[in-house]
């Protein structure tokens, strides 16, 4: 769903609109006081964050715990960032943070570390038909063949559905095969390529219908046998990386894996990708 600026900027013209969101975010779903137990309304306080009960003045603070909330720098930019990440196909530069919301580049930086946490792969396995391949990521260009420096990533996308990636320091089976096991629904039909390091996903231990693209391996020969959605992604995850964030390194690689999968996995929601990111925010905090 296309959200605009325009949009946007009606929506949240000021910081106070910004904390009523949150507030209503985080406890509009609020009945009674939890304090005194009457039916209350809720007034924002005077030139503070909070907001009291009109009968026992008790606060509730909507932005305790989350991204927001020992921050000096305005709700507002901070919603316009997230605006920003959600829009973004390519990701957002720290430079481009700092240019569009007159912030230091330290902030930028600071704040879209924060957004990226947001964006974290969900515990929800996959199931159906999963595509899964695996791919390299570091200095000396993409080519398989050097990945000696290289970190791993494998990735699992359903048909037309969600994806998980996670980053791993090689490709070993002893190292995929368990993230498998844990992101794909046992008897799930998982396609990959020839690599061997899929073999055992028929075996009883994994339980899965394999289906291997290059030699056509499996009980039945079968016109879906590619692994074309997942190829996609990786050529959006590397073209992203470079264009737009030049060089990740490996500590902070997996953030960027989970933005991009973030991003397909809201690429059609019901609502627009920027309302889906904030309710990230209160979630988050609520998860502690
Ligand atoms: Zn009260």
């Not at 603070?61 to 919603?79: D, M, Q, V």
């Not at 050529?235 to 990740?248: A, D, I």
Request: charged share 25%; hydrophobic share 35%; proline share 3%.
């Amino acid at each position: 769903m296309k959200y605009t600026i325009a949009e946007f900027n009606k929506q949240f013209p000021d910081e106070v609109a910004c904390l009523d969101e949150m507030f209503k975010r985080r406890y509009g779903h609020l009945i009674k006081c939890p304090k005194c137990s009457k039916r209350a309304a809720f007034h924002r306080a005077k030139n503070r964050k909070v907001y009291a009960c009109q009968f026992c003045g008790y606060q509730l603070s909507p932005l305790a715990g989350t991204i927001f909330h020992k921050s000096s720098t305005p709700l507002k930019l901070w919603f316009h960032a997230i605006f920003l990440f959600s829009t973004s196909k390519n990701g957002v530069a720290a430079k481009e943070l700092q240019r569009q919301l007159g912030v230091t580049y330290k902030t930028a930086w600071r704040m879209a570390a924060q957004i990226r946490k947001l964006m974290g792969q969900d515990d929800e396995p996959l199931a159906g038909e999963v595509e899964i391949d695996e791919t390299f990521y570091g200095k000396g260009g993409t080519h398989q063949t050097k990945f000696k420096n290289k970190h791993a990533i494998i990735g699992m996308v359903e048909r037309k559905g969600k994806i998980k990636a996670k980053q791993l320091p090689n490709r070993q089976a002893a190292l995929i095969l368990p993230v498998i096991k844990e992101a794909v629904v046992r008897g799930s039909r998982v396609i990959t390529d020839e690599y061997r390091g899929y073999d055992k996903l028929s075996y009883s231990a994994y339980g899965y219908q394999h289906h291997n693209v290059k030699h056509g391996k499996g009980h039945y020969s079968w016109k879906g046998q590619n692994t074309n959605t997942i190829e996609g992604f990786w050529g959006q995850l590397k073209t992203s990386l470079r264009g737009t964030y030049h060089f990740v390194s490996p500590q902070h690689l997996q953030s960027y894996i989970d933005e991009f999968a973030w991003r397909y996995n809201n690429r059609e929601g019901i609502s627009p990708a920027f309302v889906a990111l904030l309710a990230r925010v209160s979630q988050v905090a609520q998860l502690g």
